[in-house]
């Protein structure tokens, strides 16, 4: 069978079985199958997919038709250029939360300025709390240059893959089992955070990729979605260097509690950023000197 006959085939026990953008999840399952680039594979559409090869699409194809996600069935999912692999217990990286990373990437830009300034050194201390696959803070320690990054999460999964994914990606970080900031023992320019923040009543609500499949230990946020953001604010006072930033990633409807549990708290220069689809998602601001 060509490739061209078979992933209309399966495409359409795809949609047969109403699973959402059908069309993409084809083509990721048959760049795996046949390990090349969808343009590579354009050119072979006519070609003869061996009966091993239309096997194993067909395989995936019927896993995904439970809705399981693409990225647990295949292993991996990009995020900011590089590939982090994915484990079933752990959070698969949003392409939402690459704006957080582009962001503490501009603050830290500034950031070493004023303490080169300050001290000659410029080296930064990060931590992604709340690290899960690590995607945050494994991408800022690739991607900004002279920084120190810690990440933690409570979760044996979510520790287990951001070692592993600090390994594929040799990126040099430091990860630490810890209920939020029980183990933490240093302090930071700045701490990153996309905690679990789904209201509790809301999960049997989400679409049954994420609420049937992913671990609801990162998505709930307790009763009023807003437990972890409570938590890290208060405590991150004694782990932030003066003027040290703190960035969180928010649920479209969290912007004014967040707001006001940071300004409530102290902290100054609160800035929000919408996402690609127009929606709150990104608050940032600074803990003062006292
Ligand atoms: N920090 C991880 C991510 O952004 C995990 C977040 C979580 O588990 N709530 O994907």
New binding site residues.
């Given amino acids: 069978m060509t490739w061209q006959a078979l992933m209309k085939e399966e495409l359409e026990r795809l949609r047969q079985a109403d699973i959402p953008e059908a069309d993409s999840d084809i083509r990721l399952f048959a760049m795996d199958v046949a390990g090349c680039t969808y343009s590579t594979l354009i050119l072979r559409m006519a070609e003869e997919a061996s009966e091993e090869q239309a096997q194993k699409l067909r395989a995936y194809v019927t896993e995904r038709m439970t809705h399981k996600p693409c990225q647990y069935i295949l292993g991996s999912q990009e995020f900011m250029g590089m590939e982090f692999a994915t484990a079933p217990e752990v959070?698969i990286?949003?392409p939402e939360?690459e704006l957080l990373v582009e962001q503490a990437c501009g603050k830290l830009e500034k950031l070493r300025e004023k303490k080169r300034k300050q001290t000659g050194d410029g080296k930064l201390r990060v931590l992604?709390m709340?690290?899960?696959?690590g995607?945050?803070g494994i991408s800022v320690a690739k991607l900004v240059p002279a920084v120190s990054v810690d990440l933690a999460d409570i979760s044996d999964a979510?520790i287990t893959l951001t070692k592993k994914n600090r390994e594929r990606l040799q990126a040099d970080c430091t990860v630490i089992q810890t209920d939020l900031f029980a183990q933490i023992e240093e302090k930071y320019d700045m701490i990153i955070s996309?905690?679990?923040y789904i209201r509790t009543d809301e999960i049997p609500k989400l679409m049954a990729e994420v609420r049937d499949f992913e671990p609801h230990l990162?998505l709930d946020g307790k009763a009023d979605g807003l437990y972890f953001y409570d938590k890290i604010i208060r405590e991150a006072r004694e782990y932030l260097y003066e003027d040290g930033y703190i960035l969180f990633?928010i649920g479209q409807d969290q912007l004014d509690a967040v707001r006001g549990l940071l300004v409530e708290n102290g902290y100054v220069d609160v800035e929000e950023m919408k996402d690609y689809a127009g929606l709150d998602r990104i608050v940032m601001a600074r803990y003062p000197a006292l």
């Fill in positions: 959070l990286p949003r939360t992604d709340c690290c899960g696959s995607c945050i979510a996309n905690p679990p990162a990633e």
